[in-house]
């Protein structure tokens, strides 16, 4: 996994402070190989129920503490609702890495 | 006031965005009539889709020009040295020079727009969403540009 443990510890610390203490992150995508260099980071975040006005506030709140605590990059957020059946939610848990 | 070539800059830019905003505003205020309810989402007509297009294109060039192309006129304009200034030092920068009413709150709609140009959400539920909170957000740009237009006789011959 191409990511350094305080990038580990801050993007949890994003997800709990945006999403609550409950959520859970998976790390997807290119990241994953480290035999690649440089890319998106690609993060899934498994959540309670949300509305969907919630939980796209607290997509965009996440985002914002992650351009905060890593820098401007290229960042992309896939919301995991329970009940998720999405082909892009099945291939994260798949191929991804639970941070 | 003496005319130079940051101000004609400025007044290009200004001019534009108004140009934006004038078309934005009666987007939103068709936008506000329809009403259009979640499970419309579905299968819009054409008469919608036509609306829709409207404020996204307008939404999007008017938070793009107003960040990539009015505010650092306006700080040139203020014979501010902005060549090696990062974006979160000039949107601090016009925070402090009282142009910009708070510098996160353009990040974050600056976010909002990233998000509503780039996510393609799949239920009708979640298109609302984005759409109401792209409606929200294309308000408080609005209100952000007509703040700006309080200061621009400081800076523009008028």
Redesign the interface.
Known sequence: MRLSPLQIAQIRQSAAESFGPEARVWLFGSRVDDRKRGGDIDLLVQTRALSSDVALRCKICMLGLLESRLGEQKIDLVIEQPNDDRPIVRVAHETGLAL | MKQTPERLALAHAYSTCLGHAEALQEALVDLHQRDLHELEWNKLAKEDRRLLDQFAYRYTRIQDDMGTRLMPAILCALEEDIAAMPVVDRLNRLEQLGWLPSAAEW??LR??RN?FAHDY???P??R???W??AIAAAEQVLTILDGFATHMHTVLPG
């Open positions: 990040s974050e976010r909002i998000a959400p799949e239920t539920a979640e609302h969403a984005q109401r909170l």
